[in-house]
């Protein structure tokens, strides 16, 4: 990830007044999956994007990839209309592994598609798995592997373009406790060795706090901004207890807070009012 | 039709049931003895039916040796094995470019495929006349006949396969960066996969009955010709050397597509 041609004053992601509606050929409503969303990610952070399922934090991510358009407002990435490529590197929330080929085959795709000779190619993806630690299994298919070793193939895939923009759709969602944790550590060490901007979608609010810089809280139908957040503790956040500090902790507790009050008030959520405690008690703690 | 089970061994393990895979010796030897049981009730049946109809594995053994000896047989097997293939490469070369352009162009899948629809479901034999005026009745009709036979099932497979590719899969090649060309044939043909080797299987064995079939209905020739000489005189030992013939060589043709198909999805086999 080289250095930015933007200075530092000028958001390298600018997302304006943003809204995507998706129409179903037979449904009389469309799905309202963004409805004026805006936000600036400043160059060479990481940010977590937080909400409910179906805020439209998916969604968010692929139109920051150029994958899909907005309906009205605008994304701008480094001040243009963001096209995909390898400078966007996308871990998405499945894996997408080709299983028809090798994981280092799998790895070497996003360079193959341009035109990489294959002795290149093969060299770069060993690098890339050596790195998430699947050296080993360069000549595995993706039926051979873990859930948790599959998703860092996925992650070696978009880190071998060398992306100025890393996007990544829950990666360690898919992972045991034990193995997301040292993922954590890993994608801050990537991050802090390479620079550029890393944008993580994440339903687990300890790992928004505990990698990002900023965090984009959002709430569900029609999915809105609710807050955008600082997180001001020092890096990096491998070389001491993040977890153990009074930030981190409240923090914590006042994202989860914030979400347990969206989830049972979304009529449309599966635990809509579930609990009526939470709903009081998140109310109580809002004020 | 669309879908095939590729791994031999089937999906709940193996004959035994213990959950394991059967081994090699164990197959060969289920193999030997199903194939005995299989002699000894013909021959049974050979017996309480009477000779007259149903030749003894014996009588149809001692017909076969000497079919050989006077080369006849090695003619008609020739014959009909070249209908056979010309007719299936023929197919092959059309079916698949047509099923890919159809699966990959939503314009010419929707125009095509009420052709396809009617094509697929009429039976063959119907064309005969006309094939017959056309191509006369000699061995381009009968090349012909096999095409027509095996090229449906082979286009319709590989549209489906096509159709069908990984919206997913694209999506992320598209993130990569892949333009539309390396998107198809990167990642929807290697997903067509499994469906284009499920059409030429049944595409394969369509082309072996139609084979037979014009070799019956137009100029006799070939093992069909047989079959029709030795039936209508009720000869019926050698009768039923050209019927194992057949059934060789339709496991011989499967055998085949089973070995490319272990090649280019190697992936699907090493899983179990
Ligand atoms: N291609 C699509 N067609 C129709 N509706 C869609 C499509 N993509 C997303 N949606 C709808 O838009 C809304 C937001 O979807 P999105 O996938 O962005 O949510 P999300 O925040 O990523 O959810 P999750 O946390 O469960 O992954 C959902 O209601 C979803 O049903
Ligand atoms: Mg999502």
């Known amino acids: 990830m080289e250095s930015n041609s933007v200075s530092d004053e000028s958001p390298a992601i600018s997302v304006r007044n943003v809204t995507k509606t998706f129409r179903r050929p037979k449904a009389a409503h469309g799905v309202n999956a963004l409805d004026g969303v805006s936000f600036d990610i400043r160059a060479n952070s990481f940010v977590s994007i937080v909400g409910p399922s179906g805020c439209g934090k998916t969604t968010l991510l692929r139109m920051l990839n150029g994958l899909i358009r907005p309906d009205s407002g605008d994304v701008l990435v480094d001040g243009a209309v963001p096209t995909p490529g390898p400078h966007m590197g996308f871990v998405f929330q499945s894996f997408r592994l080709m299983p028809w080929r090798t994981i280092r085959s799998n790895v070497a795709f996003t360079l193959e598609v341009h035109g990489v000779g294959a002795k290149e190619c093969a060299e770069k993806a060993d690098y890339y798995l050596n790195m998430v630690g699947l050296r080993r299994f360069a000549h595995s298919y993706p039926a051979e592997l873990s859930g948790g070793m599959k998703q860092c193939a996925a992650l070696a895939r978009a880190l071998i373009g060398q992306p100025r923009y890393l996007l990544m759709d829950e990666p360690l969602a898919n992972l045991d406790a034990q193995t997301s944790e040292f993922m954590q550590i890993e994608l801050m060490k990537i991050w802090r060795k390479h620079r550029g901007v890393v944008v993580l979608v994440t339903h687990s609010v300890d790992e928004a706090v505990l990698l990002s810089d900023q965090i984009i809280l959002m709430n569900p139908r029609p999915g809105r901004v609710a807050e955008i957040l600082d997180v001001k503790l020092p890096h990096p956040r491998w070389s001491y207890d993040a977890r153990a500090t009074p930030e981190f902790i409240a923090m914590r507790a006042y994202l989860w807070s914030r979400i347990k009050r969206m989830v049972a008030s979304d009529p449309e959520s599966e635990f809509y009012l579930r609990d009526e405690a939470i709903v009081g008690e998140t109310a109580a703690i809002q004020g | ?272």
């Open chain 2, 1 to 272: 039709m669309a879908t095939g089970n590729i791994q031999s061994g089937g999906i709940l393990g193996g004959a035994a049931g213990q959950g394991g895979r059967t081994s090699r010796l164990q197959l060969g030897t289920l193999h030997a003895a199903t194939f005995l049981l299989f002699l000894v009730v013909w021959w049974i049946l050979s017996i309480t039916v009477g000779h007259g109809f149903l030749p003894s594995p014996q009588d149809t053994a001692k017909a076969a040796v000497k079919m050989f000896g006077d080369g006849s047989l090695e003619a008609a097997t020739l014959q009909s094995f070249f209908s056979l293939f010309c007719g299936f490469l023929l197919a092959v070369i059309v079916a698949i470019p047509v099923g890919m352009a159809m699966g990959g162009i939503a314009i010419v899948g929707a125009v095509l495929n009420p052709y396809v629809d009617a094509l697929s479901s009429m039976p063959r034999i119907a064309f005969l006349p006309l094939i017959i005026v056309f191509l006369g009745l000699g061995y381009e009709a009968k090349i012909f006949m096999v095409f027509l036979g095996a090229v449906m099932p082979i286009l319709i497979n590989t549209y489906a396969g096509v159709r069908h590719s990984d919206g997913e899969l694209i999506e992320m090649a598209r993130s990569a960066g892949a333009g539309d060309a390396d998107i198809f044939r990167k990642i929807v043909l290697p997903g067509a996969l499994p469906h284009i080797m499920t059409g030429l299987r049944v595409g394969a064995s369509l082309a072996l009955i139609n084979t037979v079939v014009a070799e019956l209905y137009t100029a006799v020739s070939g093992l069909g010709g047989l079959l029709s000489i030795y039936g209508n005189s009720f000869r019926m030992a050698p009768y039923f050397v050209i019927v194992a013939i057949l059934a060789g060589m339709g496991m011989l043709l499967m055998y085949g597509i089973r070995l490319i198909e272990k090649r280019v999805m190697r992936w699907r086999i090493e899983r179990s």
